[in-house]
T-cell receptor
Framework: NAGVTQTPKFRVLKTGQSMTLLCAQDMNHEYMYWYRQDPGMGLRLIHYSVGEGTTAKGEVPDGYNVSRLKKQNFLLGLESAAPSQTSVYFC??????????????FGAGTRLSVL | DQQVKQNSPSLSVQEGRISILNCDYT??????FLWYKKYPAEGPTFLISISSIKDKNEDGRFTVFLNKSAKHLSLHIVPSQPGDSAVYFCAALFTGGGNKLTFGTGTQLKVEL
């Protein structure tokens, strides 16, 4: 039972490079989220999706793009990485309805360093 | 503008004693609250939650208390065990507003033998 899987686990980029972080969930959840976590701060929402083909901005969307072409996958893209994007990125998902609809389930994270 | 605050960055407790982690919020629209536990190099895992229509929810060793008038919630762990050593995040959401979680900054709990 994999749950939420994030790839890669670690990545080092040079300023200006681009990359895509992949999140995959096998729980048939409608909603998916991307967060970043920085030292001394809680998790902050970057973008989210309420279903296949939809995306919306969160609290800190600048410098990121996302796509949800398939229900089980949510991609986070950095077009031109900046040192300020050095962070740990977490993906989460939740179901649309039911007793657990308010609970988000998280992946193990991707640690990104931008030099 | 931190809408969810955990003012204690760290807490140290002896094994077998009670751990009390606190959380304050400012947004009165929040109506559902969760606690997540996070070990190093892992993602946050859901621990326990409470709806604003309740003032207490219990699950084994873990109890969450909600005081809406004070906009305060707390997590009690009794008895504390070494395996409870982790970072605990408080999170809040408005169920009518897209269910976006707002997290506190976390409290590092260390349970000592």
């Amino acid at each position: 039972n994999a749950g939420v899987t994030q790839t890669p686990k670690f990545r080092v980029l040079k300023t200006g490079q681009s990359m895509t972080l992949l999140c995959a969930q096998d729980m048939n959840h409608e909603y998916m989220y991307w967060y970043r976590q920085d030292p001394g701060m809680g998790l902050r929402l970057i973008h989210y999706s309420v279903g296949e083909g939809t995306t919306a901005k969160g609290e800190v969307p600048d410098g990121y793009n996302v796509s949800r072409l398939k229900k089980q996958n949510f991609l986070l893209g950095l077009e031109s990485a900046a040192p300020s994007q050095t962070s740990v990125y977490f993906c989460a998902s939740r179901e649309h309805s039911g007793p657990s609809r308010n609970i988000q389930y998280f992946g193990a994270g991707t640690r990104l360093s931008v030099l | 503008d931190q809408q969810v605050k955990q003012n204690s960055p760290s807490l140290s407790v002896q094994e077998g004693r009670i751990s009390i982690l606190n959380c304050d919020y400012t947004n009165s629209m929040f109506d559902y609250f969760l606690w997540y536990k996070k070990y190093p190099a892992e993602g946050p895992t859901f621990l326990i939650s409470i709806s604003s229509i309740k003032d207490k929810n219990e699950d084994g060793r873990f109890t969450v208390f909600l005081n809406k008038s004070a906009k305060h919630l707390s997590l009690h762990i009794v008895p504390s065990q070494p395996g409870d050593s982790a970072v605990y995040f408080c999170a809040a959401l408005f169920t009518g507003g897209g269910n976006k979680l707002t997290f506190g900054t976390g409290t590092q709990l260390k349970v000592e033998l």
